[in-house]
Each structure stands twice: as structure tokens, then as C-alpha cells.
């Protein structure tokens, strides 16, 4: 599985941002997908995920009401619709896919990530 993120660049306090993750590979054996940050000297956290064929959706409590997880599985591709944006949400953004054990079981890894998007929101 490849893992493409776009969309980050640099914005204004209070403005937005759409990220994209392009899904390439096994992506009928993707459970879950999501989106996690990693700000300068912290950890990587959980910011949404989304079921790859349920649609039920997870946001970290920083970000619910101005962040919006979505996808489309026609195109393989997940976005991240970001409102609002304040200086802390300031970070790489990751994409990650979660897989099912039937793509283990074949040799394959529990989960990918791709290689990160900056997003920086300037006060």
C-alpha cells in the first residue's frame, strides 16, 4: 500500500486547509485510515480516522467541530477539511491506513503511513 499526502501549506489564524491521501495498492485490505500530526518536540497523535467502507468517523477533541474526515472510495482517496485553523494545529500531518489481518497473514505490514505534509498556521 502507498500513501500520498497533499494539500499543506501555510495559512492565516482562523483559516482553512484541505489535505489529500491517495491510496495506491491492496487498498480493498484497508480497515481503517486516519489522520495523525506531529507537532515539534511532541508526540504523533491521533487527529481523525475513518472506516475505509462504514464511514464512522473519530476526531480528537482539539480539533471536533472544525475538522472534517471524509472519503472517497471511488478515487481511493481520503481528505481532511481543516476550519478554523489555529497556530497549535501547526504541525506534519500523516496519513496512515490500517489493515485487515487477511493482508498480514499474505506478508504484508498491520499499517502504512505516507511521508508527511506540512502545515503551518501563522498567528
Known amino acids: 500500500v502507498q500513501l500520498v499526502e497533499s494539500g499543506g501549506g501555510l495559512v492565516q489564524d482562523g483559516g482553512s486547509l484541505r489535505l489529500s491521501c491517495a491510496a495506491s495498492?491492496?487498498?480493498?485490505?484497508?480497515?481503517?485510515m486516519g489522520w495523525y500530526r506531529q507537532a515539534p518536540g511532541k508526540q504523533r497523535e491521533l487527529v481523525a480516522a475513518?472506516?475505509?467502507?462504514?464511514?464512522?468517523?473519530n476526531y480528537a477533541d482539539s480539533v471536533k467541530g472544525r475538522f472534517t474526515i471524509s472519503r472517497d472510495n471511488a478515487k481511493n482517496t481520503m481528505y481532511l477539511q481543516m476550519n478554523s485553523l489555529k497556530p497549535e494545529d501547526t504541525a506534519v500531518y500523516y496519513c496512515?491506513?490500517?489493515?485487515?489481518?487477511?493482508?498480514?497473514?499474505?506478508?504484508?505490514?498491520?499499517?502504512?503511513w505516507g511521508q508527511g505534509t506540512q502545515v503551518t498556521v501563522s498567528s
Open positions: 495498492g491492496d487498498t480493498f485490505d484497508i480497515v481503517v
Open positions: 496512515n491506513a490500517k489493515m485487515y489481518a487477511r493482508h498480514i497473514i499474505r506478508g504484508g505490514r498491520k499499517d502504512y
Open positions: 475513518i472506516t475505509h467502507s462504514g464511514g464512522t468517523t
